[in-house]
């Protein structure tokens, strides 16, 4: 009975210990590493709510951009982190859900990383460079097959959206004969597609947007459901290629093994911060759609991704060398 006691008294103040380290929580600077480099919205969501989150902590959120791999670098160094909050892993669908699909082998398992929240969405559009003499979907179709392997395509790396919206298109479209060209990350492809020397793109609105309307590159169509509402003129693919959605999403996870009720507390600063006038102009900025979902939320939305993309995958038959 003195033994059974003494191991009672052991879980209790384990147990204790726990909720109390992450009552605690956060007692230093915690770093957010983006897994993509400064240009992009997988850079710019997570800065846009971390010196909010800071002040509502009274501890630094230091965004650390570790770049490479299609986000597999950043995602690999938070996998192996300390499971104690300090280190979490803010990025898009690519690490969390779609590398595991298409990457022979990785050294970590996005299955594995404890959800914290979705912090929003913005969806993806088809671009492309005025050099190229079309100005819709169905005459971008019509160029590439008149001119089969002449075009060719940006992205900010492969197993990317960019990369994997462009070969949904190419297979949705008719099999399109359009070269990918892979860069590493959303800056060096932008500038080689300013630049000329990739004709079309496939990204987030974020990304291109102001591009777009600075005319220094043609919009063609948003890859959602619905057109987005400050772009009223602008078909979504859906209309022309019934079925064809893709959506930038980014989410923060941890390493596995950290505590849900630190994953709460991050997700519910993530959507304190979402309420405030200036986050919100903020994300209207990047044309993202706020979420700040729960961690179970963001575990369920993350299991209807990997079937989501898996189709895709099989689909367009994208395959990374």
């Not at 919100?280 to 179970?296: D, V, Y």
Request: with cysteine.
């Amino acid at each position: 009975m003195a033994l059974f006691r003494l191991f009672l008294v052991f879980l209790l103040s384990g147990s204790l210990s726990g909720h109390l380290g992450a009552q605690e929580w956060p007692a230093k600077a915690v770093r957010i590493i983006v897994p993509f480099p400064p240009g992009g919205g997988a850079d710019a969501m997570p800065r846009a709510l971390a010196d909010r989150i800071a002040e509502k902590f009274g501890q630094p959120f230091v965004i650390e951009n570790r770049a490479g791999a299609a986000g597999n670098i950043g995602a690999d160094a938070v996998f192996h982190a300390e499971p104690d909050g300090y280190t979490l892993l803010a990025a898009p669908a690519p690490p969390l859900v779609i590398n595991r699909l298409i990457y022979k082998s990785l050294n970590y398992d996005s299955t594995k990383f404890v959800p914290v929240t979705v912090m929003g969405a913005i969806p993806n559009a088809i671009y492309v460079h005025p050099k190229v003499p079309v100005g819709t979907i169905p005459q971008l179709i019509a160029y590439a097959k008149a001119n089969p392997g002449q075009l060719n395509y940006g992205s900010q790396g492969s197993g990317t959206t960019s990369h994997m919206t462009c070969e949904l298109f190419k297979s949705i479209a008719g099999n399109l004969d359009i070269t990918h060209v892979p860069y590493k990350g959303t800056g060096p492809a932008l500038a080689a597609f300013l630049g000329g020397q990739v004709e079309m793109m496939c990204d987030n609105l974020a990304s291109v947007l102001a591009h777009v309307r600075a005319g220094k590159l043609k919009i063609l169509a948003v890859a959602s459901r619905k057109r987005f509402p400050t772009l009223p003129e602008v078909p979504a693919l859906d209309e022309l290629l019934p079925g064809f959605e893709s959506i930038a999403w980014f989410g923060i996870v941890g390493p596995p093994g950290m505590s849900p009720a630190i994953a709460e507390r991050m997700s519910e600063a993530v959507r304190e911060a979402q309420k405030l006038p200036e986050v919100q102009k903020r994300f209207a900025n990047l044309s993202a759609e706020p979420i700040g979902n729960t961690p179970a939320e963001m575990a369920a939305f993350m299991k209807q991704e990997i079937e989501r993309w898996g189709t895709v995958i099989r689909t367009a038959d994208v395959k990374v060398d």
